[in-house]
């Protein structure tokens, strides 16, 4: 039951921009910490931002700092992560994921980002 659909994602030029998004089911979705991670082929999964349950806050990588914001709809059972100013170190696959207080995840399936000219 428990589904985390990320979409957005595709090919955009450097410089451009796009907004990803997460649409969340089968569990408490106000309850848990949202994040987008992100992983090339190759290297490990990373951490991109994190946002409490609220929508304070959480982390954000110094890589994206500044061009990336992440938010949620908690109505909407929904995260999303706004690029902007887009680089081609940017293209990876992107994926949300859902943490409670103890640690437990739920990861999605992961969205393309293509950042090239």
């Known amino acids: 039951q428990v589904q985390l659909v990320e979409s957005g994602g595709g090919l955009v030029q450097p410089g451009g921009s796009l907004r990803l998004s997460c649409a969340a089911s089968g569990f408490t979705f106000s309850m848990y910490v949202m994040s987008w991670y992100r992983q090339a082929p190759g290297k490990e999964r990373e951490l991109v931002a994190g946002?409490?349950?609220?929508?304070?806050?959480?982390s954000v990588a110094d890589s994206v700092k500044g061009r990336f914001t992440i938010s949620r709809d908690n109505a909407k059972n929904t995260v999303y992560l706004q690029m902007n100013s887009l680089k081609p170190e940017d293209t990876a696959v992107y994926y949300c994921?859902?943490?409670?207080?103890?640690?437990?995840?739920?990861w999605g399936q992961g969205t393309q980002v293509t950042v090239s000219s």
């Open positions: 946002l409490t349950p609220t929508g304070g806050s959480i």
């Open positions: 994921n859902a943490q409670n207080y103890n640690g437990f995840k739920y």
